[in-house]
């Protein structure tokens, strides 16, 4: 007998548009509609525990990294910025050349304790200055000029996790859109928690109880969709309770940054098999009265980072998780008339984690440009994501990013 119910999605638009409005979003099942199968096929990762786990940040909007990590020894970055250049006394110094900005006060206490690795000017041959298709080739790892449907993530679950299905996502998103760097071509269980999840913890059991109670044929698509999202209720559920039950030995920061992080190392305390966690840290898109916001988000990122560390080795977690952060591109090297800066290409990568082999790598930007003019990059991300495949993850990379990147020796 068939039974309807508003809170059941009957189509693939209700179901993305629940999915990303307050259902966690989870992609496994057996019975699969046609729009799902033509993408998706069947497997399932093994997301074993005690394996490393990989966290990554993204700094959504545009990280400026010349106000980040400031080249205070080059004369050109106070040329390039008379205003907005940070003096050298204001800097927590990495050396005779480099200073962290002076919101990023514990970074560089992680830094010091060689638990933090700055890789510099990262970023890919002719860049992209769109925030929604730079965002698109980082997370997808593709040449500028590709279009990929997958995600780099993805393509790991693809080609290095199998087995049996685990009960647990092999990864997990906080945040209000399933990010593209998990898009795979097979099957995996992913799940997406929205920030304020637990306000609807209470109505859980009422609604997996209505999607239970409801009956349709086996090959339909609606039986697809009640399959799945009893899935998605299911695991909702399950991490709530874990997230719900945790401790943590540290105060995080009452950021959105710091609750989601305190979040993740609930789930990782808990044993959860989850091989990738991703969270979200927007607002550097610093076109005007940049110094203020970015002092503020960086003081954020570095609080929250320094938090989940700290929280991480107090239960024993450290050597087991390594974290990433990432932006679509840097800022250009001069500043603008309004006080910010506007879209550039290159900026630092930050590793963070108790397995790094060294604080400081690549290559320093040279910042001998003209007004208006833009960085060239030294690293290229895929050299970042390939040494993190191999070293961290100890699988091939190339099949995963579509060819060979010299690696970046921040991973022993």
């Known amino acids: 007998m068939s039974t309807d119910s508003s809170s059941y999605p009957k189509t693939r638009r209700e179901f993305l548009k629940q999915s990303t409005c307050g259902l966690g979003f989870i992609a496994f099942s057996t019975v699969a509609p046609s729009f799902i199968t033509q993408s998706l096929r069947a497997g399932a990762p093994i997301a074993e525990k005690d394996r490393s786990i990989l966290v990554l940040i993204q700094l959504a909007g545009g990280n400026d990294g010349l106000n980040t990590v400031v080249p205070y020894a080059d004369d050109n970055y106070y040329r390039l910025r008379p205003k907005l250049g940070l003096k050298?006394?204001?800097?927590?110094?990495?050396?005779d050349q480099l200073g962290?900005?002076?919101?990023?006060g514990k970074m560089h206490g992680l830094f010091e304790d060689g638990k933090l690795g700055i890789i510099q000017n990262v970023g890919y041959p002719n860049p992209n200055r769109s925030h929604f298709r730079s965002m698109e080739i980082w997370e997808t790892a593709s040449d500028s000029n590709d279009y990929l449907t997958d995600g780099w993530v993805g393509r790991y679950f693809d080609n290095a996790c199998s087995g049996s299905p685990s009960p647990d996502p092999a990864g997990l998103n906080i945040g209000n859109e399933l990010p593209d760097a998990f898009l795979s071509n097979q099957e995996h269980?992913?799940?997406s928690l929205q920030g304020n999840q637990g306000r609807r913890n209470g109505n859980l059991?009422?609604?997996?109880?209505?999607v239970k109670g409801l009956s349709y044929k086996d090959d339909s698509n609606a039986n697809f969709l009640q399959h799945t999202l009893m899935d998605t209720l299911v695991t909702e559920r399950r991490v709530l309770e874990k997230i719900g039950n945790y401790r943590s030995m540290e105060e995080y920061p009452q950021t959105r940054l710091g609750n989601a992080l305190n979040k993740v190392a609930g789930l990782i305390a808990s044993g959860m098999e989850t091989r990738v966690y991703f969270v979200s840290h927007g607002g550097f898109d610093t076109h005007a009265n940049q110094a203020l916001r970015h002092k503020d988000l960086l003081t954020q990122l570095s609080d929250a980072m320094h938090a989940f560390q700290s929280d991480l080795e107090a239960h024993a977690?450290?050597?087991?998780v390594l974290t990433m952060t990432f932006s679509e591109f840097g800022r250009r090297p001069s500043e603008n008339a309004s006080g910010g800066t506007d879209h550039g290409t290159a900026a630092p990568q930050f590793v963070m984690g108790s397995q790094l082999n060294k604080s400081l790598l690549g290559q320093a930007p040279d910042l001998s440009v003209g007004?208006?003019?833009?960085l060239k990059h030294s690293t290229d991300f895929r050299s970042v994501y390939g040494t993190v495949l191999q070293r961290w993850f100890e699988t091939d990379p190339e099949p995963i990013l579509g060819g060979k990147f010299p690696p970046v020796d921040f991973l022993a």
């Open 205 to 210: 059991n009422g609604l997996l109880s209505g």
């Open 88 to 95: 050298q006394k204001q800097l927590h110094k990495l050396n």
């Open 100 to 104: 962290f900005h002076p919101a990023c």
């Open 317 to 320: 977690l450290q050597d087991q």
């Open 371 to 374: 007004i208006n003019k833009d």
């Open 189 to 191: 269980n992913i799940f």
